[in-house]
């Protein structure tokens, strides 16, 4: 039985002065925290989508606060037609089902790649991504709380926490110090409004423009933390070159708006790297504690592709024998590990 949904589609049917039994609710997505997420389409064929954010695992206010603010600005967010706060129960906008992931993975299947290692079609709709970055980048922080050295450091350990810990692995004597390095990168940099979910997935293809979803998370913090999470994403490896440009053009547009004053080029770069590099630890530990303590193994599969984005993320001299342990170490257990058949099987 489930009583929350039970309790939504009550508050969902006296608002809109419908019977319970009598809604067209259907699930659309879980993510990786609590919240679930239905459309409703209403009898005139109009539709919302419900989110589901149980009070006592998340906490809606952030989402609601920073929506209004955003909206405010001008800024693409979905519309909040109604919020239940105590309940923990919001109803949005229906941006459709389009994510920007699934468009630019057709875009990759239909047209041909330039020198940039991506078609131009692909190149523009990430541009359109960036310049949206960098929006978010120039709102003011309000009240956001700080993504600082303890908050960096407490993410960073989710990695020897759950997923060295699964491997059966010990932290190599250099992972105290390349830590500390990651997080001096992040917090001595500009310090801006960020997302901290900016990827693909989380934006929308709506009325011909890109939207912004789950910004609940947002924070006051690293000036390269967004654009990281757009490039070293959980679905898509892109070409260097491509990068290159897509951080320089980053770079000029967060320039012309006010947000940075003018780096070296190099600088940004070694930055970008840098916050992918803790963003990407992070969530190797993060999607081994979504699969073992939260029953989501499927995050299990993603795992790869973050530790492809570590080596790449580790390419400075500076990191050599860190990086030496996690291609020599690290990586082949990995594969043994998610080759297990029960492993294969629960990912599939």
């Not at 459309?39 to 989402?63: S, Y």
Request: hydrophobic share 45%; glycine share 4%; with cysteine.
């Amino acid at each position: 039985m489930d009583t929350r949904l039970d309790a939504l589609r009550l508050w969902v049917a006296q608002r809109h002065r419908l019977t319970p039994d009598t809604l067209d609710l259907d699930v659309i997505a879980d993510d990786a925290s609590f919240r679930r997420y239905f459309r409703l389409t209403l009898p005139d064929g109009h539709t919302r989508i419900l989110m589901d954010a149980p009070p006592e695992r998340e906490d809606c206010r952030a989402f609601i606060e920073i929506a209004s603010h955003w909206h405010q600005a001008g800024l693409p967010v979905p519309r909040i037609d109604e919020a239940d706060i105590e309940a923990g129960f919001i109803e949005l906008q229906d941006l459709g089902d389009v994510m920007l992931r699934s468009r630019l993975q057709e875009l990759m299947r239909h047209h041909a790649p330039t020198t940039s290692g991506v078609p131009n079609e692909v190149m523009t709709r990430m541009q359109q991504a960036i310049e949206l970055a960098v929006e978010v980048a120039a709102q003011p922080a309000n009240r956001l709380p700080a993504y600082d050295a303890d908050w960096l450091g407490m993410e960073l350990d989710l990695f020897p926490q759950w997923c060295l810990h699964w491997l059966s692995l010990e932290a190599p004597d250099e992972w105290p110090a390349l830590r500390d390095t990651l997080i001096r990168a992040m917090t001595d940099q500009p310090q801006v409004t960020v997302h901290r979910d900016f990827h693909p997935q989380n934006l929308m293809c709506h009325q011909d423009r890109l939207w912004i979803i789950d910004f609940q998370g947002a924070v006051y913090g690293p000036l390269t933390y967004d654009p990281a999470s757009l490039l070293r994403d959980r679905n898509l490896a892109w070409p260097q070159t491509a990068q290159q440009h897509w951080i320089e053009a980053w770079h000029q547009r967060a320039r012309r708006q006010g947000v940075i004053e003018p780096m070296p080029a190099g600088a940004v770069h070694e930055l970008v790297d840098l916050s992918a590099t803790q963003r990407s630890l992070k969530v190797l530990g993060l999607f081994c504690r979504l699969a073992h303590r939260d029953g989501k193994p499927r995050y299990l599969r993603l795992l790869p592709l973050f530790a492809n984005h570590v080596m790449e993320g580790l390419g400075h001299q500076r990191f050599t024998a860190f990086r030496h342990w996690f291609a020599h170490t690290f990586m082949p257990r990995l594969d043994a590990r998610l080759a297990e058949p029960a492993i294969a099987e629960s990912t599939s």
